[in-house]
């Protein structure tokens, strides 16, 4: 950990790195040009702030939520530095995106429960057999979609988000020569949090009855959130016992399922990384110490 006992978190974006801290967020971005971006915003995830968001069990709700909506603008804004998009996209190009979108996830949502309702046996068995559907489809997804070129690139720059915050945390380092020396998965690697949708799913989804085909999206949206609820706290325990027996069982099949989602970075991956590091340092801790290697890139004010 940091000195002021901030934990950072992050994901990989389009061409560059994105890392999280309970002061903001910041981006570092490689475009078609060479050129390394550097972006920082201010927020305080809502876990962070007074009130209802920061009570156990709902937390998790709005950790759910900020990780979609951080995820969300860091990915869309990677995306208009890496190409230089300036042009806006149309009202209704939006609107048609945002339909899809919805579209496809409610499909994800009621198909694999409508797929177990054709087969013949009790209630609680068809709740196991629909978690079971739902882990395999996410395990078959990550791993196709990690054969794509683009998908390649990203998980090696997750890679490199890894090697970098560990590197931080451990010894508060952001050489190039001691980020080396850290592995690729990480313990607090959000796909940890998967295996634990899979298992609090197999445990809740029994206890759901079958019904008709609104009533199905419905429940089954409403259990996301029960899920959220009751992994974070989980992750939460984990985290503060990181070395205990119950921690290990729930983090050994996120590390193994790292084996999918990061590759080994390039030199000049794990560059973009730090400086996304650097820069969320400063102005989460308010020190200089990287300026140095913040000096390499060049700071945009917005997307």
């Not at 998009?85 to 996830?105: A, C, P, Q, R, W």
């Not at 915050?165 to 050489?175: G, K, M, N, Q």
């Not at 503060?240 to 099949?253: E, G, H, M, R, V």
């Amino acid at each position: 950990m940091s000195d002021n006992n901030i934990s950072y978190g992050g994901q990989a974006v389009i061409g560059g790195v994105l890392i999280q801290s309970p002061k903001g967020w910041s981006l570092a971005v490689r475009n078609q040009k060479n050129e390394i971006l550097n972006y920082f915003e201010e927020r305080i995830p809502l876990i962070r702030r007074k009130g209802l968001w920061s009570l156990p069990l709902l937390r998790g709700i709005g950790a759910l939520v900020d990780s979609l909506y951080v995820g969300y603008k860091g990915l869309s804004m990677s995306d208009s530095l890496y190409f230089e998009e300036e042009e806006e996209v149309s009202l209704l190009s939006n609107i048609f995106n945002y339909v899809l979108i919805v579209t496809v996830l409610s499909l994800l949502i009621i198909g694999p429960r409508l797929l177990i309702d054709l087969i013949n046996t009790n209630q609680i068995n068809k709740g196991i057999y629909e978690g079971v559907l739902r882990g395999l489809i996410v395990i078959i997804y990550i791993f196709l979609i990690g054969r794509t070129k683009d998908a390649q690139e990203l998980f090696e720059y997750h890679g490199a988000e890894h090697m970098t915050i560990a590197s931080y945390e451990d010894i508060h380092s952001l050489d190039m020569e001691d980020i080396k020396k850290y592995p690729k998965e990480h313990i607090r690697c959000g796909t940890a949090f998967i295996f634990l949708i899979v298992f609090v799913s197999l445990l809740t989804l029994p206890f759901i009855p079958t019904l008709n085909i609104v009533f199905t999206l419905i429940t089954r949206i409403l259990h996301i959130f029960v899920v959220a609820m009751i992994s974070y706290e989980i992750l939460k325990f984990n985290f503060k016992n990181s070395d205990s027996f119950f921690s290990k069982i729930f983090s050994t099949p996120g590390i193994w399922t790292q084996k999918i989602t990061t590759k080994k970075p390039s030199e000049e991956q794990i560059i973009v990384a730090r400086i996304a590091m650097a820069n969320c340092v400063k102005n989460s801790e308010n020190i200089t110490t990287f300026d140095d290697i913040l000096s390499t890139s060049k700071e945009v004010n917005n997307g």
